[in-house]
């Protein structure tokens, strides 16, 4: 009886047909609400596409509004890192070949040099020099004024590096056993290495003992420094980044000559005055990756 009167009770709730109500309430009633609500919605989306065009409005569309000492990264000093190609995953650190196999899937060198060349054509299309945005610039000069004002020092790779071991003709040297790896420092606006000549190095080394005997050479591709056996210079005319349309970011090739069939860990670092390169745990100014070349067929 009480499960019959529960029943009944929830049914006219629904719908009462003696007070022409539905979940308690009757025509004017849900109208008037849908009314309230339907107001109180269209203004708080009003409002909120409102605030959001004021903020686009004063934000800027080619860089961050807090750059340089204003941003959260100087909290612990502005310090570039280091990225590096061929990387197949970003969570793989890994280069293994082998320079006579080209498409197995674990030793075929062909997918770094894809990796190399889609990453060149992507990042180094050719600088339009649209208004003169793109200048030539000389080593060892500083173009700050003009890289304030949008304009970007050329950086013509091709050209710059077209009588290295390091090009795509010659496969990014994984053709034979010294492979190449790309390097470049990441990007921070407003920043400039600082040091005696005002010009930022890379240097790379086993990351262990055994890891540096297993090292037999590296040779270093750098604008004006062709075959360097010390060190990757980044001159100080190409900083500091402003976020140019047309900027180009230098970078440098490392080719190394290790011992085959064994694991060499790298580890690459950054020097000038104003960047820390000794911290192991965030990477700062700094890279690590692993280079196996195999020459079992």
Request: net charge negative; hydrophobic share 35%; aromatic share 14%.
């Amino acid at each position: 009886m009480g499960s019959d009167n529960g029943e009944g009770g929830l049914k006219k709730f629904i719908w009462n047909s003696d007070t022409k109500e539905f979940l308690g309430r009757d025509g004017a009633s849900w109208g008037k609400i849908s009314i309230f609500y339907a107001i109180f919605y269209a203004g708080l989306g009003a409002f909120f596409v409102g605030m959001l065009s004021i903020f686009v409005h004063f934000m800027p569309r080619d860089k961050p509004a807090y750059y340089g000492t204003e941003s959260t990264m100087n909290i612990r000093g502005l310090n570039p890192g280091i990225g590096f190609r061929p990387q197949i995953d970003v969570e793989d650190l890994l280069i293994v070949y082998n320079p006579a196999v080209m498409e197995d899937e674990r030793l075929g060198h062909r997918k770094y040099v894809a990796n190399l060349k889609n990453f060149l054509d992507a990042k180094y299309t050719p600088q339009s020099n649209t208004d003169d945005s793109v200048i030539k610039c000389a080593n060892g000069n500083t173009y700050e004024e003009q890289l304030r004002e949008g304009k970007s020092c050329e950086f013509d790779h091709k050209a710059l590096f077209a009588d290295s071991p390091c090009t795509e003709e010659e496969g990014f040297g994984y053709k034979g056993s010294k492979p190449c790896v790309l390097l470049k420092m990441n990007k921070i606006i407003d920043w400039s290495p600082q040091s005696a000549n005002g010009s930022a190095v890379i240097r790379c080394e086993g990351a262990a003992s055994g890891d540096r005997d297993n090292i037999k050479s590296i040779s270093y591709y750098s604008e004006g420094h062709m075959g360097d056996k010390n060190q990757a210079v980044f001159d100080l005319k190409y900083f500091p980044f402003m976020a140019q349309a047309e900027y180009r970011a230098p970078f440098a090739w490392a080719q190394f000559d290790v011992t085959p069939n064994t694991l060499v860990n790298v580890l690459c670092r950054i020097y000038a005055d104003n960047v820390d390169n000794q911290d192991k745990l965030n990477r700062r100014g700094q890279a690590q990756f692993s280079l196996f070349v195999s020459n079992i067929f």
